[in-house]
């Protein structure tokens, strides 16, 4: 993969606005580590999924059924899409 200059630049400014942020209350949460790296990905046009199960609807037999949601970047507008997987 090249990685221009412009890109190393722009992965540099969000990397030092993220650590001001996050680095605020001396403490790095995972969400915050999830956005950096989506962030990073989208600079470099790379789909990135982060699956995390989280408590869902129980099943009939009383265990919890996990809930999986997908962060999807589109690269052109870096946008991040969060959505529901289905089993």
Do not use: C, H, R
């Amino acid at each position: 993969m090249n990685i221009s200059m412009f890109k190393i630049f722009q992965i540099f400014g969000i990397v030092s606005t993220w650590a001001m942020t996050a680095l605020a209350d001396g403490k790095i949460t995972i969400q915050e580590a999830v956005d950096l790296a989506v962030s990073i990905a989208g600079i470099l046009g790379v789909a990135m999924e982060v699956e995390v199960p989280l408590p869902g609807p129980e099943k009939e037999e009383g265990v919890k059924k996990p809930v999986y949601i997908t962060d999807e970047v589109e690269p052109d507008t870096q946008t991040t899409i969060q959505k529901p997987v289905e089993d």
